[in-house]
């Protein structure tokens, strides 16, 4: 399960990063309640998300073809030091007691682009620190750092903010980023050869990069399908507090503690990704789909505490355990020179999908109710992922030992590569 870890290079990345996500977390919880604190308004709290994420929406596409330009070492380094700068800028403005509702938005605003550069990065970076056997190993145990420190980082980020106030979450996250920073700068990865992404224009090299999914019927199928899954699957966090409310009647504990299972399940998800020997198959990339909607219908069906934990868990588990498999499944089959774009399109299809979703999980909670939201949502991520198996059929035979006798095939339909054979 934790093989990749065996890789001295990968392991001193995740340990570092896993420290870094904690104060991630702890920063982005303590941030809201600090947003909401200056101002009461639940919608500047809001703002202060749609802030942080709107660079990121726009600015994926570049960001990914930066990241297959430059030295992604150097890339990774940068980035996470102008994200420690930003950090203890807040912290100290907080200190100071001069933080301004105008601040938080300019800072959430500025992390933003950074995150389109960084998250193609390091997703692009992750195979040059494992062998080709180990990839999707890698790839599920960063995805179960990300979703363990969110166990984690929230409850602490609450202890650390009720018992000194929220600069110290902020200057506890800029700490965290030497984490990464110091061990990183120390690895020397092997040279890579010249990449073709160097020459041309920024815009030719987008261009580029989408006409290369746009020809991989597999990487294209599976983007299409990560779109939907993130449009429906994620209603939960829309609906969350009103679900704890109207339908459980409870208060902040309760959700609290729904959210946990959430983190719970989903580690546990990625976990078993990387329990695998070699990248999810696509009939596992389209099944786990499938039952992460599945998980949510019966969510939303739950009326106790206890039952609502476990139903948002499975949810969970199966929802991390698809972007996980999908991830891994993608980055198996993409040549290294375009993998930074390649990612910067998987970024784009998570993150682009956001606001309609959120959207349209908030209306037809306000018009049928939450519990109806919840399982119109999940009977669409099921119909997605259906729609995908017909449309698409290849895809569910994406990591077989025998070649597809179609065009494309030999890019990557049901190849041998995929399994690290």
Request: glycine share 12%; net charge positive; charged share 10%.
């Given at each position: 399960m934790f093989r990749a870890l065996?890789?001295?290079?990968?392991?001193?990345?995740?340990?570092?990063?896993?420290?870094?996500?904690?104060?991630?977390?702890?920063?982005?919880?303590?941030?809201?309640?600090?947003?909401?604190?200056?101002?009461?308004?639940?919608?500047?709290?809001?703002?202060?998300?749609?802030?942080?994420?709107?660079?990121?929406?726009?600015?994926?596409?570049?960001?990914?073809?930066?990241?297959?330009?430059?030295?992604?070492?150097?890339?990774?380094?940068?980035?996470?030091?102008?994200?420690?700068?930003?950090?203890?800028?807040?912290?100290?403005?907080?200190?100071?007691?001069?933080?301004?509702?105008?601040?938080?938005?300019?800072?959430?605003?500025?992390?933003?682009?950074?995150?389109?550069?960084?998250?193609?990065?390091?997703?692009?970076?992750?195979?040059?620190?494992?062998?080709r056997e180990d990839m999707a190993?890698?790839?599920?145990?960063?995805?179960?750092?990300?979703?363990?420190?969110?166990?984690?980082?929230?409850?602490?980020?609450?202890?650390?903010?009720?018992?000194?106030?929220?600069?110290?979450?902020?200057?506890?996250?800029?700490?965290?980023?030497?984490?990464?920073?110091?061990?990183?700068?120390?690895?020397?990865?092997?040279?890579?050869?010249?990449?073709?992404?160097?020459?041309?224009?920024?815009?030719?090299?987008?261009?580029?990069?989408?006409?290369?999914?746009?020809?991989?019927?597999?990487?294209?199928?599976?983007?299409?399908?990560?779109?939907?899954?993130?449009?429906?699957?994620?209603?939960?966090?829309?609906?969350?507090?009103?679900?704890?409310?109207?339908?459980?009647?409870?208060?902040?504990?309760?959700?609290?503690?729904?959210?946990?299972?959430?983190?719970?399940?989903?580690?546990?998800?990625?976990?078993?990704?990387?329990?695998?020997?070699?990248?999810?198959?696509?009939?596992?990339?389209?099944?786990?789909?499938?039952?992460?909607?599945?998980?949510?219908?019966?969510?939303?069906?739950?009326?106790?505490?206890?039952?609502?934990?476990?139903?948002?868990?499975?949810?969970?588990?199966?929802?991390?355990?698809?972007?996980?498999?999908?991830?891994?499944?993608?980055?198996?089959?993409?040549?290294?020179?375009?993998?930074?774009?390649?990612?910067?399109?998987?970024?784009?299809?998570?993150?682009?999908?956001?606001?309609?979703?959120?959207?349209?999980?908030?209306?037809?909670?306000?018009?049928?109710?939450?519990?109806?939201?919840?399982?119109?949502?999940?009977?669409?991520?099921?119909?997605?992922?259906?729609?995908?198996?017909?449309?698409?059929?290849?895809?569910?035979?994406?990591?077989?030992?025998?070649?597809?006798?179609?065009?494309?095939?030999?890019?990557?339909?049901?190849?041998?590569?995929?399994?690290?054979?």
């Open positions: 065996r890789h001295r290079t990968f392991r001193v990345y995740w340990t570092g990063m896993l420290v870094s996500l904690v104060g991630t977390w702890m920063q982005s919880t303590a941030q809201s309640f600090l947003v909401y604190e200056l101002t009461g308004s639940a919608l500047r709290t809001g703002l202060v998300v749609f802030a942080f994420s709107l660079p990121s929406l726009l600015l994926a596409l570049p960001g990914g073809a930066v990241a297959d330009r430059y030295d992604r070492r150097r890339l990774l380094l940068l980035v996470q030091a102008a994200y420690m700068l930003s950090a203890a800028a807040l912290a100290a403005l907080t200190f100071a007691g001069a933080v301004r509702y105008e601040h938080v938005v300019a800072f959430a605003f500025w992390n933003g682009v950074l995150m389109a550069v960084d998250a193609p990065t390091r997703q692009a970076l992750v195979p040059s620190l494992v062998g190993n890698a790839i599920a145990l960063n995805s179960a750092a990300f979703n363990g420190s969110r166990i984690f980082g929230p409850a602490l980020a609450g202890f650390v903010y009720q018992g000194f106030g929220p600069a110290w979450c902020f200057a506890a996250n800029a700490v965290s980023y030497l984490a990464v920073i110091v061990p990183m700068w120390r690895v020397r990865l092997p040279q890579e050869p010249a990449s073709a992404a160097s020459e041309g224009t920024m815009l030719q090299q987008i261009a580029d990069g989408v006409r290369y999914v746009r020809s991989h019927r597999p990487v294209r199928a599976m983007l299409l399908l990560l779109a939907a899954v993130g449009t429906f699957g994620f209603a939960w966090m829309v609906v969350m507090p009103a679900f704890t409310v109207r339908v459980l009647g409870g208060g902040p504990a309760e959700n609290g503690i729904l959210l946990t299972a959430v983190g719970v399940g989903a580690t546990l998800g990625a976990l078993a990704v990387a329990g695998r020997r070699a990248a999810p198959p696509g009939r596992f990339v389209l099944g786990s789909a499938a039952l992460s909607g599945l998980g949510l219908v019966a969510f939303s069906a739950t009326r106790t505490l206890p039952a609502a934990a476990g139903g948002i868990a499975v949810a969970g588990f199966f929802l991390i355990a698809y972007m996980s498999a999908t991830n891994a499944t993608i980055q198996s089959l993409v040549e290294d020179r375009y993998r930074g774009r390649v990612m910067s399109l998987y970024t784009l299809a998570l993150i682009g999908s956001g606001p309609a979703g959120s959207v349209f999980a908030g209306w037809l909670a306000d018009a049928l109710g939450v519990a109806a939201s919840l399982a119109v949502n999940g009977a669409l991520v099921v119909a997605s992922a259906a729609t995908a198996w017909i449309v698409a059929p290849g895809l569910a035979r994406v990591g077989e030992p025998t070649q597809a006798d179609e065009p494309g095939g030999a890019e990557g339909w049901s190849v041998r590569e995929v399994a690290g054979e």
